[in-house]
């Protein structure tokens, strides 16, 4: 986790992608089903403590820096939404998290585990997985790759830690990136089709089981899998359509929402990757309302149950709207195109 600094007219926002996805799991589970290790530096703001320990405090898991600085970094937009980075920097040195970490703490062995990194350190982090867990852990693994590494120098070393992965999750520019296709055709459906087929050739999972996610933006996400010896692939829409820009703010964050909504939906579905999807757009739906994190507030219900409320909404009201409409538009459970 870090702490990204936008505008001088804009107030500093917690950051990183690890944060993004653990909250976009958390609309869906309860804090103590989800686990992040946060760096707490010496001038860690108490208004990011209050902020994160709102969400839950058990979902946290804070090693204190007494040398260092809290992680800072700026992040630099264009675009009218901020869609387009055009400059990451780290303001502070970064400190890297491996699943040896987790080794002798609460989030020891879980049962999955979400990375955003370059392929060649995906392998080092795989290793200790395998090296630092219980016995016989082997963690559903969703690997994100890291935008600026996403070059046709670093095929070779992705086709290497494929066969390892559960799920690949590129986004479309970066999927294109890694597989030197032509940006021209980002939005035309067959050219993300095609892309996601090719992963698919090199392997993805054991035995080539696993899936490729190719997360669109506007035009949804698109994944597919080689699980029974042919391509099967499937189209969600975006949760937000094109009569809801007013609902579009921010789009930083969206993408490991998107993720953390899955692995979050993947629990509540036995590992039904299709159906998970469905969680996951609510989650980057709810993530680009605003500059930030989306904001969860605990009403009173009847029972006296306390109800959580984010942005506003229950988040199974809006996966009940997104299944409604994909049941309307198509039969999103198979192979057609939901549009």
């Given at each position: ?32 089903a ?29 090693r ?12 630099r ?8 980075a055009?400059c ?28 955003v ?69 980002i ?23 696993g899936y490729v ?7 949804g ?13 499937w ?6 359509t094109?009569?809801?820009e007013?609902?579009v ?14 692995s ?34 605990y ?41």
């Open positions: 986790m870090g702490i990204l600094l936008g505008r001088p007219s804009q107030l500093r926002q917690i950051g990183g992608g690890g944060t993004y996805a653990a909250i976009g799991a958390r609309i869906w589970l309860p804090a103590l989800i686990g992040q290790i946060i760096d707490r530096g010496t001038d860690f703001p108490l208004v990011v403590q209050k902020e994160l320990d709102h969400y839950g405090v058990e979902m946290w898991h804070f204190d820096q007494p040398h260092n600085q809290t992680t800072k970094a700026v992040n937009y264009t675009g009218e939404l901020r869609e387009y055009s990451f920097e780290y303001l502070t040195p970064r400190i890297r998290i491996t699943p040896k970490d987790l080794f002798d703490t609460p989030l020891e062995s879980p049962r999955q585990i979400h990375f990194c370059s392929p060649t350190r995906a392998s080092q982090i795989l290793h200790d997985a395998h090296m630092y867990g219980v016995n016989d852990w082997t963690p559903f693994t969703i690997y994100e790759p890291i935008p600026f590494r996403c070059v046709p120098e670093e095929l070779p070393a992705l086709k290497q830690v494929l066969g390892q992965i559960n799920i690949l999750s590129p986004n479309a520019e970066e999927a294109l990136g890694l597989l030197s296709v032509d940006k021209a055709g939005e035309d459906p067959s050219v993300i089709e095609r892309a996601a087929a090719q992963f698919l050739s090199f392997g993805v999972g054991r035995g080539g089981s996610i190719i997360r669109c933006g506007a035009m996400a698109y994944g597919a899998t080689l699980a029974t010896g042919e391509v099967e692939g189209w969600m829409p975006a949760y937000w094109q009569g809801d007013s609902a703010v921010d789009v930083t964050g969206a993408g490991n929402a998107f993720l953390g909504g899955l979050a939906g993947l629990c509540l579905t036995n590992g039904d990757v299709r159906k998970a999807t469905l969680y996951a757009t609510v989650s980057a739906g709810y993530t680009i309302q605003q500059l930030g994190l989306p904001r969860v507030e009403r009173q219900s009847n029972s006296a149950d306390l109800v959580e409320f984010w942005n506003g909404d229950r988040p199974r009201d809006r996966l009940e709207l997104l299944e409604r409409r994909c049941a309307q538009a198509s039969k999103w459970l198979g192979i057609l195109r939901c549009q």
